[in-house]
């Protein structure tokens, strides 16, 4: 069935588009009944995590529909990550503004595909509706971790080494070059442009973190800003120095081509990284945990019995951040 205008009504829609990414998950049911069915290893506690993106405020109209779907599934793989989850497979919830089309349909599933393969999990069920506004897609992520052992933000103490994966500031700089990208190198703006649009979760990093780290968050509001909430969490303040903060090559080109602060980086959102603390005399089994990951980790500050969070640039001076991160309210 059709809803008159060449695409498929709402059961169409299923059929078509989201059945395909059911297919060989027994509990799913073929996404032909009210609920699902999930088992959790025995052990294992189960990890449950929300998201909503809303075109316009989370992603960008224009990206392309395969990195919206990759997106909206990979933010929600963070939070499993942040706590040392293994997914098992998620639900979604699609609100369709009245243009969506059957090319972005196509590319918008392609984009989960692509991720359900790159980590193991598939379609549980979900829900798709009509909506007089933006579209907004809400995907749920259930996972597993050994009972007891999950990673928490509220477990750092004072004198922790504080550590984040990967890199930081590619996604804010892809979004705040976006009207230069003309002037900058093109293999540079692309790197930065896949980090924002196609977050890479740090699955494994968090999985063997475990027994490790103290606590744990994911970077998606801005480090400064979710170092504040782990911070807050644990009853501690920190020093991090902003030397030794992870940027890509292309993310440093680009700040000295530009002329920018460091407060981008800082403050800048999407990266989907691993923010954690552990004991310094754990951090030969950090380096090592993150070489088994295969994902590069630094140590780039420490935790202190205060309540504020400073910012150390070169020569020592305090860094005052004007905002301190994204803010849902």
Known sequence: MTDGTGRPDEFGF????LAPLAEGCEGALGLKDDAALFSVPPGQSAVVTSDALIAGTHFRITDPADSQGAKALGVNLSDLASMGATPLGYTLILAL???WTTDWAQGFTAGLAEYQDRYGIKLLGGDTVAIDGPLTIGVTAIGSVPGGGQLTRSGAAAGDDVWVSGTIGDAALALALSDRAGRLDAPDYAHLLTRFERP????ALGRNLIGLASAAIDVSDGLAADLGHLGRASGIGAVINVESLPLSGAARRCIEKEELSAEIVLNG?????????????????????AEKSECAVSRIGNTNDGDSFRFIGKSGEDIDLETSGWTHF
């Open 200 to 203: 890479q979760p740090r699955l």
């Open 269 to 289: 959102g999407d990266d989907y990284e691993l923010l954690f603390t552990a004991p310094p005399q754990s951090s030969g089994a950090i380096l090592a945990a």
């Open 97 to 99: 503004p009245p243009d």
């Open 14 to 17: 299923i059929a078509t588009y």
